[in-house]
Nanobody, 122 residues
Framework: QVQLVESGGGLVQPGGSLRLSCTPS????????GNWYRQAPGKERELVAS???????NYADSVKGRFTIARDNTARRVFLQMNNLEVDDTAVYYC????????????????WGKGTQVTVSS
């Protein structure tokens, strides 16, 4: 059974940076397209960044210019580079991705990670 695994969360001061990573738990799978969501306590889950299979990137207005989503050349990982972090960025960040077997031409399936905590505090 394949899962998405997130890493890179933690505690950072305002103005600091973190890089989140998301990868399928089995090496035979690759990421076709990906999204990063976040959810703060008492708030609705919010889409913060997405990257399509063709490389098109989109961002929520609240993070535009500060966050960058990318996929590595092997399509094994999707990253979220978070710079100039603010207290309001504090949330659990979730990776959502369409993954497929390496070398296949199918659309793949949609998966979610379990989330990684990002806390921005002085």
């Amino acid at each position: 059974q394949v899962q998405l695994v997130e890493s890179g969360g933690g505690l950072v001061q305002p103005g600091g940076s973190l890089r989140l990573s998301c990868t399928p738990s089995r090496s035979s799978f690759v990421i076709a397209a990906g999204n990063w969501y976040r959810q703060a306590p008492g708030k609705e889950r919010e889409l913060v960044a997405s990257i399509t299979a063709t490389g098109t990137r989109n961002y929520a207005d609240s993070v535009k210019g500060r966050f960058t989503i990318a996929r590595d050349n092997t399509a094994r990982r999707v990253f979220l580079q978070m710079n100039n972090l603010e207290v309001d960025d504090t949330a659990v960040y979730y990776c959502n991705a369409r993954i497929r077997l390496s070398g296949s031409s199918g659309d793949g399936g949609d998966y979610w990670g379990k989330g990684t905590q990002v806390t921005v505090s002085s």
